[in-house]
């Protein structure tokens, strides 16, 4: 279940800094890419400026708390996975985190094995469950293994093909713009419009191009 989060992005926001440096250590274990702030305000800038996988947050820190950072991302993400950690043990910390859909809501200090077990959770939310995501020609997609079926032949996908994929199949039937891909694979780079045709075409060549739908100026859209 863990190997889901390999090519994901993990936002850990926490203002002590010897349980964030320990934190991160395990985090980048299972995340391709860990970014650790200090404080809910910083969080906040991070969610605006690039897009995230899983958040993981403590509640008391300066600036912006982590329970109000989060309600202000619900506004515009419900379903993004949020692992709370803290030492608060208050029922109004705890109805406040119910209230925000959080995954998990472990108190500090926490066993490593209740953190990844919350790990777990997490990236079953990524996929709802999805361990083989059939697409519209019949190929099967593995999101653990980073595998496309087809029948008995297995082609690997690539980090960046399989971020890609994932994305399409959580926007399936949605218009995806270029400047979505843009924020959601390089965040800050800002390769050609060719790079991006050249990542759908290998993409393509491995899923089947009837699945993703070119739009004329716009991007791409994949049907399900």
């Known amino acids: 279940m863990l190997d889901i989060l390999s090519d994901k992005k993990v936002?850990?926001?926490e203002d002590e800094e010897g349980i964030r440096a320990n934190v991160v250590d395990i985090l980048e274990l299972f995340f391709e890419k860990v970014v650790a702030v200090e404080d809910g305000?910083?969080?906040?800038?991070?969610?605006?400026?690039?897009?995230?996988?899983?958040?993981v947050f403590?509640?008391?820190?300066?600036?912006?708390?982590g329970l109000e950072a989060i309600k202000r991302i619900r506004k515009k993400d419900k379903k993004i996975p949020i692992i709370i950690l803290s030492a608060h043990t208050e029922q109004d910390y705890l109805w406040r985190a119910v209230?925000?859909?959080?995954?998990?809501?472990?108190?500090?200090?926490?066993?490593?094995?209740?953190?990844l077990e919350a790990?777990?959770?997490a990236a079953s939310e990524i996929i709802g469950d999805n361990f083989?995501?059939?697409?519209?020609?019949?190929?099967?997609y593995n999101p653990c293994q980073k595998i496309a079926c087809w029948g008995t032949k297995n082609i690997k996908l690539s980090k960046t093909e399989s971020r890609l994929l994932e994305y399409f199949i959580k926007r399936a039937n949605q218009s995806v713009t270029f400047d979505d891909i843009y924020d959601y694979i390089w965040e800050f780079e800002m390769p050609s419009k060719e790079a991006i045709k050249s990542l759908v075409?290998?993409?393509?060549?491995?899923?089947?191009s009837e699945c993703i739908k070119s739009i004329y100026g716009i991007g791409y859209m994949l049907e399900l």
């Open 58 to 65: 403590d509640i008391c820190m300066p600036h912006m708390d």
């Open 132 to 140: 083989d995501i059939k697409l519209k020609n019949g190929c099967i």
């Open 41 to 55: 305000r910083e969080a906040m800038s991070e969610m605006m400026l690039s897009s995230y996988d899983v958040l």
């Open 119 to 121: 790990l777990e959770l």
């Open 11 to 13: 936002l850990y926001a």
């Open 201 to 208: 075409k290998e993409l393509r060549r491995k899923i089947g």
């Open 99 to 115: 209230e925000l859909k959080i995954t998990k809501y472990l108190t500090k200090p926490f066993e490593k094995d209740s953190f």
